[in-house]
């Protein structure tokens, strides 16, 4: 009893300055984020129009710059929560939402849509941000992941490392007829090739209310799951003895991470290793316990990617590089270093 009273009490330091740092971090990356484009600094209109009302750069700060700054924290919050996850569920450091098929599966069918046509709104759903080909990711993304369960289940089970190899057939599946699209559809090439490497170039405040109630209700049910995550890393069996059911946990875990990966995909496109990187990163400041490593993925996510959007479109302007090749730049040599660290045998 002493010792876990002492153990709390050194818990709860870590997570007041964590969850501080990244507070203030957050603050941060947003202000740069509207403040901070091809047209340099503009931290005079920006206060002046709050205070005010009124200024000459309204239209670019907060019809262009918020939207997509929200836009791009909300997902890379979510895809932070999704990888932390499913690194969880399966005991893999290198896990996260691509390798359930969502990233190939949504995809094919933006890529599907675009060749198709279906450039404009989607099924109703234009009031929700949600074009067509967005609507295409979402569902594409969806269809991929409930094809990998179904060829992972066995009876009444489903392995995770089923999951995984799963995953791994059905990426490379929708990754093929993808291609096989492009060939066909030469004049939609560049169009999904674009789309596939992520971009928030198009957000709006449609596609920000839309990402938050998908987003942040998915978000917080994954920080539910907190306890039987830590559970779930001392083994299956020590789980079953301690009252976790491991295969309604992993469940409904991969239902949530599916729902988070595919609606981030929608409106951004595919931007890989987010989900992979912050988890690692912020372990090392938060520690192992899900209770405070899954609100800090979401806060270090959202971070990461509003930063790197910021980037992506002031580098080289007024042309823009999409976000999911700043992130693979990052993304790439973290996972090889994760690669290399499980092929000695280390510990990440």
């Known amino acids: 009893m002493p010792g876990g009273m002492s153990e709390k009490k050194a818990r709860a330091p870590r997570a007041f300055i964590s969850l501080s740092i ?8 947003l202000l740069a984020a509207i403040a901070w484009g091809s047209t340099g600094f503009k931290f005079r209109e920006f206060f002046d129009y709050l205070f005010h009302g009124t200024s000459g750069a309204e239209v670019i700060l907060f019809k262009i710059r918020l939207p997509r700054a929200l836009l791009s924290y ?8 999704a990888g932390c996850c499913l690194q969880g569920v399966f005991k893999n450091p290198m896990a996260d939402s691509h390798i359930l098929g969502v990233s190939a599966g ?49 009876g009444r089970r489903t392995s995770a ?29 560049e169009q999904v090739v674009y789309w596939t490497l992520g971009s928030f170039s198009s957000a709006s405040f449609e596609k920000v209310r839309f990402a938050a109630l998908l987003i942040l209700p998915c978000a917080a049910l994954c920080m539910l799951f907190a306890r039987p995550l830590n559970i779930m890393l001392l083994g299956e069996e020590d789980a079953r003895m301690l009252g976790v059911d491991t ?37 090392l400041m938060t520690g192992p316990d899900h209770r405070l490593l899954l609100p800090c993925s979401f806060l270090g996510g959202g971070v990461f990617l509003c930063l790197a959007d910021t980037l992506a479109r002031s580098l080289f302007p007024p042309l823009e590089v999409p976000v999911g090749v700043l992130s693979a730049l990052f993304g790439v040599p973290f996972f090889l270093y994760l690669l290399r660290r499980q092929s000695k045998g280390g510990r990440t």
């Open 161 to 189: 490392s089923a999951l995984l190899l799963a995953g791994v057939a059905v990426s490379s599946l929708f990754t093929a007829l993808t291609s096989g699209i492009m060939i066909l559809h030469r004049e939609s090439m």
């Open 22 to 29: 990244l507070l203030i971090l957050s603050a941060f990356s």
């Open 247 to 283: 295969v309604r946990t992993t469940r409904a875990l991969v239902i949530l991470t599916t729902l988070l990966a595919a609606g981030c995909v929608s409106v951004s496109g595919i931007v890989g290793f987010v989900g992979l990187m912050l988890p690692h990163i912020l372990r």
């Open 74 to 81: 909300l997902v890379g919050g979510g895809l932070a929560v």
């Open 106 to 154: 949504a995809g094919f069918g933006a890529a599907a849509c675009i060749a198709l046509g279906f450039g404009g709104a989607g099924f109703g759903l234009s009031a929700l941000g949600l074009g067509s080909v967005a609507l295409g990711a979402l569902a594409g993304g969806i269809f991929a992941v409930l094809l990998v369960t179904q060829f992972a289940r066995v």
